[in-house]
């Protein structure tokens, strides 16, 4: 079975900018959920996608924002970026009505300069 | 808000000992916690989950208990070797019905000394 792929897997951007990062789920998971790791912390959850719909949010600002496509992938849009939104961005998928832990991406490190 | 805290400090062990890691949690009765490991710049990779009816849950090298009453989780690694050196991540299920974010705590890493 193919894991959870996500790219690009570093990226520069300049604040204000926007920015979109992209996720593959493992194959037979159908939910998809996007965390946020600062350097020294654990990841924070952003939100979850499940069919297509999001299925719940963090504490995380509007300017965040997702999609989930009818395969099960999913993409991360951050709009208007600021310094503090540099951090490793991770994607993890799951089989929506079971709770036997996620499959986590090699993430996406983000520096906004 | 529920409240997770690992041992923020690294801790070092020579090979072949025992390293313990503890997880306490607060304003919460979770129905299950997970272990994760991670390596640097990588994503997080599941170990193990435990229920709140199970004291102890083992795989291979690898021990979890989960205390309720003390609000708490010890993980194991019996007979460490260098490439058990990572940070370890527990998590729980956000408290929120019908999704199953968890909570993370900041992980303790660990490295074992050859």
């Known amino acids: 079975e193919t894991g959870v792929t996500q790219s690009p897997t570093h990226l520069i951007k300049t604040r204000g900018q926007q920015v979109t990062l992209r996720c593959s789920s493992q194959?037979?998971?159908?939910?998809v959920s996007w965390y946020q790791q600062a350097l020294g912390q654990g990841p924070q959850f952003i939100f979850q996608y499940y069919r297509e719909e999001e299925n719940g949010r963090g504490n995380f600002p509007p300017r965040f924002s997702g999609l989930q496509f009818p395969n099960y992938s999913s993409e991360l849009n951050v709009n208007a970026l600021e310094l503090d939104d540099s951090a490793l961005y991770l994607c993890?998928?799951?089989?929506?009505?079971?709770?036997?832990?996620?499959?986590f991406g090699s993430g996406t490190r983000l520096t906004v300069v | 808000s529920q409240k997770i805290e690992q041992n923020s400090e690294a801790l070092n062990i020579q090979e072949g000992k025992t390293a313990t890691l503890t997880c306490n949690y607060t304003n919460y009765s979770p129905a299950y916690l997970q272990w994760y490991r991670q390596d640097p710049g990588r994503g997080p990779v599941f170990l193990l989950l435990i229920r709140e009816n199970e004291k102890e849950k083992r795989k291979e090298r690898l021990k979890v208990t989960f205390d309720t009453t003390l609000k708490q989780s010890l993980f194991h690694i019996t007979a460490s070797q260098p490439a058990d050196s990572a940070t370890y991540l527990c998590?729980?299920?956000?408290?929120?019905?019908?999704?199953?974010?968890?909570?993370f705590g900041t992980g303790t890493r660990l490295k074992v000394l050859a």
């Open positions: 194959s037979g998971h159908n939910t």
């Open positions: 993890a998928s799951s089989k929506g009505t079971e709770n036997y832990g996620y499959t």
């Open positions: 998590a729980l299920p956000a408290p929120t019905s019908g999704t199953y974010k968890y909570i």
